[in-house]
């Protein structure tokens, strides 16, 4: 017999829930924005929105479906099953965090704070969950499939992201490697820099596209479903031993960035969450491409 579906929904602590475990009491950290020139009450009103959203896209899961809820902090430790559903209640950042953890089920996104978050991946409404959770399992259903990321160490460390994946020494300091792409001839040039960057098309509306700008770069940048990456280093050092000739690129389905530490320890980690990195240490090789999974979003 077949298991009856799972909306999973994944939140995360709101900024005021935060605050008051830090200080202790509503009334100390009341005081503690105050003398920051802030209010609480405004932090406080977008903890209630968050939460009334919570309540209303838990009452809208069809009666014989299973639930279960999952704290941001806590996805790494969380199972997720083939017949889930995901609902993501919260920013769209929160989309990405848990996009690494998925195999291909799908994923709603909804809006606790509709004018303050984009909106990019957190699409819908509280109120639009009754329809979208059936939506979700049609085989005709509207699911765009987002391209990923991935990075293979050479010891089978992989890490995958929805945005973008950063390679570099840890606090951002000067990293030391050497760099080509495969199938490139063997064209590699030994590099310093503050790291490298390998972002998608979803990365194309934050860290990536501030590259790409500062940089004038002339690369067009991907659509979100476009299975294409980018990529850029970013500051390279020219001197008597590194050089900067390959600094920015285009990788296709196929292609992969090739990188051999040449450091002490670098990492690599995806969509912000440098708490959870692949720890790299000289003398191995990284490489970076196109993931052959894909975030399968409800449009």
Known sequence: MSL????????????????VARHGTHGQAAFFLASRGRSLE?????HRRAHQALTEVT??????WRQARVERRDLDRFLFAPEDVVVVVGQDGLVANVAKYLAGQ???????DPGRNPGVLVRHRPGDA????????????????????EAVADDTQRLVALNEIYLGA?????????????GDRGVVEAQASSGVLVGTGTGATGWLR???????????????????????VREAWPSPATGTSLVAGELAHSAWLRVTVESDRLIAFGDGMESDAVELTWGQTVRVGVCGERLRLVG
């Open 170 to 182: 840890a606090g951002h300091q000067t990293a030391r490697y050497r760099l080509g792409l495969d």
């Open 59 to 64: 009452a809208a899961v069809p009666l014989t």
């Open 42 to 46: 405004e932090v406080a009103e977008r």
């Open 210 to 232: 501030s590259v790409w700008q500062e940089r004038g770069s002339a690369l067009t940048l991907p659509g979100a479903t476009e299975p294409r990456l980018l990529w850029f």
């Open 106 to 112: 799908p994923v709603v996104g909804i809006d606790t």
């Open 4 to 19: 009856a579906p799972r909306a999973v929904l994944v939140h995360r602590a709101t900024e005021y829930e935060e605050l």
């Open 130 to 149: 009754g329809a979208l959770l059936p939506a979700a399992l049609a085989r005709d259903g509207g699911v765009d499939e987002l391209t990923m990321v």
